[in-house]
Structure formats: structure tokens, C-alpha cells
């Protein structure tokens, strides 16, 4: 099992930064990838961005490149994004995702979300 704890969100006005971070803790065996999902109301979750935990490779949404920034630090197993230039369509619930190859089918892990506010 692994848990995922956010942290950093908060209300923030246009063109403003945070640092979401995500903290793993349990068994981290398997987990090949660790990303970021958000989820505005009356729309579905939908990807941010990805990091690759061996390796580093990172993918992110159209709608983010060029302002957002994944990074990761094994040795704390803590997931960080970097949110600049926000805009306020960028206003939703941010989740933090771990995903375990150990067994097939792959498995999802949660966090619990952390509200992002974009306004003025």
C-alpha cells in the first residue's frame, strides 16, 4: 500500500505561483510513475503532468507546458509541482497519483486532493 499526502495549494490571483507537494510513504516497490491530475467542478479529471521515477522523463498536458514543472526527489519520495503564470481555468482540486506496475493490472494510488484557487 502507498499513501499519498498533498500539500500547497491555496488561493492565489492571476499570473501568481505555487509549489503543490506530494509526499509517498508505505511501500514504494513498483511504483514506476508519479504525477499530478486535476479536477474542476462539472468536469472530469484530467492529467497535468507525469514523471517517470527511474529515469526522470516527464510528459505534460498541452494546456500547462511551458508554465507547470514536475520534479521529483527519490531519496524523500515526495513529488513536487511548480505552478507559474496561472491563469484561472487553471482553478480545480490537484491530486497526486502513484502508479504501481508490481502486479497486473497496474494499480492506481490516490491522494486526497488539494484545492487550487486562481482569482482575483
Known amino acids: 500500500q502507498v499513501q499519498l499526502v498533498e500539500s500547497g495549494g491555496g488561493l492565489v490571483q492571476p499570473g501568481g505561483s505555487l509549489r503543490l507537494s506530494c509526499a509517498a510513504s508505505g511501500s514504494m516497490f513498483g511504483i514506476a510513475r508519479m504525477g499530478w491530475y486535476r479536477q474542476a467542478p462539472g468536469k472530469q479529471r484530467e492529467l497535468v503532468a507525469t514523471i517517470i521515477v527511474s529515469g526522470g522523463a516527464t510528459n505534460y498536458a498541452d494546456s500547462v507546458k511551458g508554465r507547470f514543472t514536475i520534479s521529483r526527489d527519490n531519496a524523500k519520495n515526495t513529488v513536487y509541482l511548480q505552478m507559474n503564470s496561472l491563469k484561472p481555468e487553471d482553478t480545480a482540486v490537484y491530486y497526486c497519483?502513484?502508479?504501481?506496475?508490481?502486479?497486473?493490472?497496474?494499480?492506481?494510488?490516490w491522494g486526497q486532493g488539494t484545492q487550487v484557487t486562481v482569482s482575483s
Open positions: 497519483n502513484a502508479l504501481s506496475v508490481a502486479t497486473l493490472p497496474t494499480k492506481d494510488y
